[in-house]
């Protein structure tokens, strides 16, 4: 087992690993820009070490600045956490040039699964069902056209580089096709630096579902089951939960079987996603993300495991500490994402945290690197904790997150609290009724 792991992230998710690490007795080491001098990672971790200037670009993304920093520091692994470096191939590679130890999926695994036309063709391959679309990269205005007359229209122009809701446009009619087109390959050039874009059929009334599987790397994988992730804004996430209400334990063992089986096939290993969209019955695969996602939580609380462990195990060589036959789920969990946000236009809204008080008690995880007096540093994205509960079912997980929310308090700076407690008010939360676009639509009317 590694005695010293770095982690290449900050925020929340920095404080997540440093935790795993620690009562596994490995020691951490934290890195940060100037910025982030104050930040709650800095003072938990072991050890810190600034790696250069606010601009992620110069420091969390600064291949050198991390590299030098495990070997001032003597780490043996890298944690990437999620964003950042978490999905970059060539970081991988040099990581392991330098004889270090990524703790995550291989470069190879990370590259196939990062181009989405890559990873459908793959996945496919796997046995894993797809959206019907084009097959493989669509270059031409005609050739789109064409697709949309052959498939039917609504359709969607995705980036194959894509990632974050980005590079995507709907087409409705084949009139609106040449903007969609045009501005899904521009956003997707100006993002990703690629222009490449291929064509889906768009599903109109779908849920968000993906899978969570678990990889030793040697052959053997398992599945903990899904997440409802469909309550999303500009396609993302803002509300998840596990199990999903809309989704059988025969659904699930099956679809989690096919999961399980293709990232077996591949050796892969550590954690991923194989995220779906579900509509009458049917699951059709849309991407894999290959690391931990922020809603991973949600899944740990209903099967009782800590996943950053389990990397942090595998990575070193170790066997998974569970099977496909002891993982079993208990209960109901619901995480919500809590975004230092102005509504209703949801603005960025950094600043200086006046008071904080974290909510308790039975069931309640509150995954936050806040604290009193802390200064949210414009530079990085606007998640500043996640606020998780468990039940014993549904009903008292919401139940629960009412209680939660209401103890909680952030001060200083505008928060999105205030719109959890709205959709609280919502029937359709308490049914479990709502699928991709019920926020989108919800928010046009309420807030
Ligand atoms: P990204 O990598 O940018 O997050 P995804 O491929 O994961 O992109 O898609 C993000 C979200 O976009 C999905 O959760 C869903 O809401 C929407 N979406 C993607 N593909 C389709 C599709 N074929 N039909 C309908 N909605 C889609």
Redesign the pocket.
Same mark, same amino acid.
Do not use: D, N, W
């Given at each position: 087992m590694f005695k010293k792991i770095l982690i290449a992230n900050r925020g929340e998710i920095a404080l997540r690993v440093i935790r795993a690490a620690r009562e596994m007795g490995i020691a951490s080491v934290a890195v940060h820009s100037t910025a982030d001098a104050d930040a709650m990672h800095v003072r938990m971790a072991d050890e810190s070490v600034c790696i250069g200037p606010p601009s992620s670009a110069q420091s969390y993304l600064s291949f050198p600045a991390i590299i030098s920093a495990c070997e001032i520091t003597g780490a043996e692994a890298i944690h990437p956490g999620y964003g950042f470096l978490s999905e970059n191939a060539q970081f991988v590679q040099i990581v392991e040039d330098h004889g270090l130890t990524f703790i995550g999926p291989t470069a190879e695994h990370i590259r196939i699964m990062g181009d989405?036309i890559t990873a459908k063709d793959t996945m496919k391959a796997l046995g894993v069902p797809c /959206?019907p *679309?084009s097959d493989g990269g669509v270059a031409t205005l005609d050739e789109a056209k064409a697709l949309g007359e052959e498939m039917g229209y609504p359709v $969607?122009i995705?980036?194959t580089a *894509? *990632? #974050? #809701?980005? *590079?995507?446009k /709907?087409a409705q009619n084949a009139s609106e096709m040449e903007r969609a087109f045009m501005t899904a390959r521009s956003e997707s050039k100006a993002a990703f630096g690629n222009d490449e874009v291929y064509i889906?059929?768009?599903?109109?009334t779908?849920r %968000?579902i993906e899978i969570q599987v678990f990889g030793d790397g040697k052959g053997r994988a398992v599945h903990l089951g899904e997440r409802d992730?469909?309550l =999303?804004r500009r %396609? =993302?996430k803002v509300l998840e939960e596990a199990p999903g209400p809309a989704i059988s334990a025969e659904e699930r063992a099956k679809i989690g079987k096919v999961c399980a089986d293709a990232v077996a096939q591949i050796n892969y290993i550590g954690a991923g996603t194989i995220?779906f969209?579900y509509e009458k019955g049917e699951f059709?695969f $849309?991407?894999m993300n290959t690391r931990l996602q922020v809603e991973h939580p949600v899944t740990e609380a209903i099967f009782g495991v800590d996943l950053v462990r389990e990397q942090i195990r595998v990575a070193s060589g170790m066997d998974m500490t569970f099977q496909q036959d002891e993982l079993v789920i208990n209960g109901h969990s619901i995480e919500v994402r809590l975004n230092a946000e102005k509504l209703p236009n949801f603005s960025p809204s950094p600043g200086r945290i006046t008071q904080y008080h974290a909510p308790g008690g039975l069931g309640v995880r509150m995954d936050s690197a806040l604290y009193d007096g802390y200064r949210i540093p414009p530079y990085y994205d606007s998640l500043i904790g996640k606020l998780i509960v468990h039940g014993r079912d549904r009903t008292e997980a919401l139940a629960r997150l009412d209680r939660a929310l209401g103890e909680l308090i952030i001060d200083g700076v505008d928060t999105t609290i205030p719109l959890f407690h709205e959709l609280l008010a919502e029937q359709d939360i308490h049914t479990g009724n709502y699928n $991709?676009h019920w926020l989108e639509r919800w928010l046009e009317t309420h807030i």
């Open positions: 989405k /959206v *679309g $969607i995705k980036a *894509g *990632g #974050g #809701g980005r *590079g995507m /709907v889906e059929k768009y599903l109109t779908p %968000h992730c469909s =999303q %396609h =993302q995220e969209l059709f $849309i991407e $991709i």
